[in-house]
């Protein structure tokens, strides 16, 4: 069961029609006077009648009244009233529970002049930029080479023609999707911003322009719209606003992620220019030719240097040279040593012609002898010897044995 369905107690006396339309008649009716802003949609003037019928229409919502009013109070606030124009009344809200229908009755009409509308528009701007929604730190930089662009536009409009026309003549294969909405008008705020909002919401869509051609103030005021610019801001994808010459500056341009001067400056900022980039492209090959070939050139240079050293240009030299060297040492080591060994045997001769003249056995050769008693002490002197001792005479060649007989 739906909660349509749900059933609910019967009241034990429900109200009929009438009274419930009488009850919110009578609230209504409560309210008085009041001063409406809005933007006239339509204007009826019927021939020959006082009462003029107007159709008020708020600029930032889908949302519209009836008002009606005198033609004498229309002549004298707003005698060239036309549809489109913003204007502030003073009426009493009526509801007829005939039609169950709500409606203005106005006895004053006051069309707003520009310099009001200024006066609004620079207030809104103080309001906006405090609110941090002009902050260049959160503005998004479009990619440079979007898959798809997203535009918003007039139907068959010159701005769009510029923006299709510039950005396919700059990058033959860019892709658009146009969303065509109203540009002016009481219409325009609430289907400009459906189309942010569905355009925001296709992924393939890398980047949307808003774009309209030049006009008053009155006809610009769509895109100064509070809720239009805060749709803008709170969109995900980046927004270029594009919205008539170079001295037209409405509220949106300072929300935007980018603020192109015309539609044609627009097509310029969201796709690269083909010839250009082939052109930085040939430069950049050119540069990088002249580059690898002075690097080779510096490389081969540096080689031929290195083999036109002697010890690469003939790489025998060096062994040949340590040959010569190692020849020069060994003679050098061979004489070294010869003139020690021819000094050492000197030497050593001289040290054994001492040795020999220094020998008993030299001593023995001139006719001497060394005499020693049986316990082979040395005798030295007559005394160390009795009569009958053994003694060992000791001579250069060979040995005798002696008695000591006095």
């Not at 109070?73 to 502030?88: I, K, N, Q, S, T």
């Not at 322009?209 to 005021?221: F, I, M, N, P």
Request: with cysteine.
């Amino acid at each position: 069961m739906t909660q349509a369905e749900t059933p609910r107690s019967t009241p034990e006396e429900p109200w009929p029609v009438r009274v419930v339309s009488q009850k919110v008649s009578a609230w209504i009716a409560k309210l008085g006077w009041v001063w409406v802003d809005g933007q006239v949609a339509q204007i009826s003037r019927r021939p020959g009648a006082s009462t003029v019928f107007l159709t008020l229409r708020d600029p930032s919502a889908d949302l519209s009244l009836t008002v009606t009013t005198n033609r004498d109070v229309l002549d004298a606030g707003a005698p060239e009233l036309a549809e489109g124009a913003r204007v502030v009344l003073h009426a009493r809200p009526e509801f007829y529970a005939a039609r169950g229908t709500l409606s203005l009755r106005a006895d004053e009409i006051r069309q707003v002049g520009l310099g009001e509308l200024l006066a609004r528009l620079e207030k809104l701007k103080k309001l906006l930029a405090a609110e941090g929604l002009f902050d260049r730190a959160r503005k998004r930089r479009p990619p440079f080479l979007p898959g798809r662009v997203g535009l918003i536009t007039g139907r068959a409009s010159a701005a769009e023609r510029d923006v299709l026309t510039n950005a396919r003549r700059r990058w033959p294969a860019v892709e658009f999707r146009v969303v065509n909405v109203p540009v002016q008008g009481p219409t325009a705020v609430p289907q400009i911003i459906e189309a942010l909002r569905l355009l925001d919401a296709d992924e393939g869509v890398d980047v949307i322009v808003l774009a309209r051609g030049g006009g008053s103030v009155e006809d610009l005021l769509p895109f100064s719209d509070e809720a239009l610019c805060r749709t803008v801001f709170g969109c995900r994808t980046p927004v270029v606003s594009a919205i008539g010459h170079e001295t037209d500056v409405p509220l949106v341009d300072y929300v935007a992620d980018v603020r192109a001067s015309t539609p044609t400056d627009a097509a310029k900022r969201i796709v690269p220019d083909l010839a250009e980039e082939l052109r930085l492209i040939r430069q950049a090959r050119q540069r990088l030719d002249r580059a690898v070939v002075g690097l080779l050139d510096r490389e081969r240079q540096r080689l031929d240097a290195v083999r036109s050293r002697p010890v690469l240009a003939r790489p025998e030299v060096m062994i040949e040279q340590r040959v010569v060297d190692v020849r020069g040492l060994r003679e050098r080591a061979g004489r070294c040593l010869d003139h020690r060994l021819t000094t050492a045997t000197g030497d050593l001769r001289q040290t054994l012609a001492r040795l020999r003249a220094l020998s008993p056995a030299a001593t023995l050769q001139r006719g001497y002898a060394i005499v020693q008693r049986a316990d082979g002490h040395v005798v030295r002197a007559a005394g160390e010897v009795t009569k009958g001792d053994q003694i060992r005479l000791r001579l250069a060649e060979g040995e005798l044995d002696a008695t000591v007989d006095g």
